[in-house]
Nanobody, 123 residues
Framework: DVQLQASGGGLVQAGGSLRLSCAASGFSFDDYGIGWFRQAPGKGREGLSCLSGSDGRTYYADSVKGRFTISSDIAKNTVYLQMNSLKPEDTSVYYC????????????????WGQGTQVTVSS
């Protein structure tokens, strides 16, 4: 079974940084894109970033490009999201997620996700 466990959320002041971690298991990284989306109460899901397990390419939403960085430690089956220059509008529940790749790279339309981790950015 695909399992994804996110951690690392918390409370931070605007301009600060957090690093989220995602422990992944139950599938081969080569066949999946691993990434993150967020969803705040009453709002839709927003895909943020993805790392292609097949070729290592990374993808970012415009809202986080230049501020967030996705990376991985394959030996630990872990994916990270380094979040810098955080803004109050980044406040949300963040989910680690996986999508099956079909040869065209990440679409940030995820098939699996775990429990989220809360990120709160104070002004």
């Amino acid at each position: 079974d695909v399992q994804l466990q996110a951690s690392g959320g918390g409370l931070v002041q605007a301009g600060g940084s957090l690093r989220l971690s995602c422990a992944a298991s139950g599938f081969s990284f080569d066949d999946y894109g691993i990434g993150w989306f967020r969803q705040a109460p009453g709002k839709g899901r927003e895909g943020l970033s993805c790392l292609s397990g097949s070729d290592g390419r990374t993808y970012y939403a415009d809202s986080v490009k230049g501020r967030f960085t996705i990376s991985s430690d394959i030996a630990k089956n872990t994916v990270y999201l380094q979040m810098n220059s955080l803004k109050p509008e980044d406040t949300s529940v963040y989910y680690c997620a996986a999508e099956r790749l079909y040869g065209s790279g990440c679409r940030m339309i995820y098939d699996y996700w775990g429990q989220g981790t809360q990120v709160t950015v104070s002004s």
